[in-house]
């Protein structure tokens, strides 16, 4: 009995340094960039930069108010665009093809260099992300039938007085975030630590091996594709670095599995936001499914064809 406990303290223990190291390296990003967007907002940059794209997102059959959501999305995790719809006359319709939109594309810049860190490439995850969004897009909305709901209770929308008080909520969300992130990834690394430590990590692949297999991923992506699924990658990230660092996965297995979390990942928290608001499941969680599995077997055609060609 000493035993199993002294390994689920050494493990416990030997975790806590690492994820403090993981939380100091998000904030850092994290941060910054909501204060800068918190800025943008109250200045109404993102507002006009809404109004400029109002012609593509004629074209998806949304109107051109709600490019104000998918541009926020862009810079902050997807509490920010739900508070923003839920300020707009929009229909369940118009709400489901915005959801996948942002279920792609959400917190962008902080989410992309954490897929950096892990090894891929900043500036084709970015794009990959943005295009696959807008792609999903317009062909949801030819599938998605013509009433799919009706307009949604408007509610108010906050606005500040003075940078006073813009600044002091920022800094609750900041502060509430921060304790946030500092729970979860330092829970997760020590249930990462446990895991490994009992060789359960095995255990884990080996049940997801058959769907990997299935989406072009290798059997060491198992428990980084489950982790990404449950968690999200700003969230999963610290188990992601940890395990590209220690090379527990090879650079091209994880460069792979970051195309497929690229497009889908958070299956359960993210879903849940927009199934709350109205949102049905199936039309946000399928449609990404699909498009992860075709990007990853599209990028595994081509690294083929080169190989060939080399």
């Known amino acids: 009995?000493?035993?199993?406990?002294?390994?689920?303290?050494?493990?416990t223990a030997s975790a806590f340094y690492k994820a403090l190291k993981t939380v100091w390296w998000l904030l850092k990003i994290i941060l910054p960039i909501s204060l800068l967007v918190s800025f943008l907002?109250?200045?109404g940059v993102i507002t006009q930069i809404a109004i400029v794209l109002k012609p593509v997102f004629s074209i998806i059959g949304l109107p051109g108010e709600s490019a104000i959501v998918f541009i926020s999305s862009i810079f902050l995790p997807l509490y920010g665009p739900i508070a923003i719809i839920a300020t707009l006359p929009l229909t369940i319709r118009e709400i489901?093809?915005?959801?996948?939109?942002?279920?792609?594309?959400?917190?962008?810049l902080v989410e992309t260099a954490i897929q950096k860190k892990t090894g891929s490439s900043a500036i084709i995850m970015f794009s990959l992300r943005l295009i696959t969004s807008l792609t999903a897009a317009f062909v949801l909305n030819f599938l998605l039938p013509v009433h799919?709901?009706?307009n949604h209770v408007v509610q108010k929308s906050i606005e500040f007085g003075n940078v006073g008080d813009m600044l002091?909520?920022?800094a609750k969300n900041a502060g509430f975030?921060?304790?946030?992130?500092?729970?979860?990834?330092?829970?997760?690394?020590?249930l990462q630590s446990i895991l490994k430590e009992f060789n359960l990590l095995s255990i884990i692949s080996k049940v997801f091996a058959p769907l990997m297999r299935v989406m072009g991923l290798s059997n060491d992506s198992s428990f980084l594709w489950f982790v990404a699924q449950t968690l999200g990658l700003t969230y999963g990230s610290a188990v992601m670095i940890e395990e590209v660092n220690n090379h527990e996965i090879s650079p091209s297995s994880a460069d792979l599995l970051n195309y497929h979390i690229a497009i889908n990942h958070s299956l359960l928290e993210d879903t849940l936001l927009f199934v709350a608001i109205g949102v049905p499941a199936g039309w946000i969680i399928g449609p990404r499914f699909v498009l992860?599995?075709?990007?990853?077997?599209?990028?595994?055609?081509?690294?083929?064809l080169k190989n060939k060609k080399l």
């Not at 009995?1 to 493990?11: D, F």
């Not at 489901?96 to 962008?108: G, K, P, R, V, Y």
């Not at 975030?177 to 020590?190: A, C, E, F, Q």
Request: charged fraction near 5%; glycine fraction near 4%; hydrophobic fraction near 60%.
């Open 1 to 11: 009995m000493n035993t199993l406990s002294n390994r689920i303290y050494t493990s």
């Open 41 to 43: 907002q109250y200045w």
């Open 96 to 108: 489901t093809i915005l959801a996948l939109m942002c279920l792609i594309s959400h917190n962008l």
């Open 148 to 150: 799919l709901g009706a």
């Open 168 to 170: 002091l909520n920022w």
């Open 177 to 190: 975030l921060s304790i946030k992130i500092s729970l979860i990834v330092t829970g997760l690394m020590v």
């Open 292 to 304: 992860a599995i075709l990007v990853v077997w599209s990028v595994r055609a081509i690294m083929t």
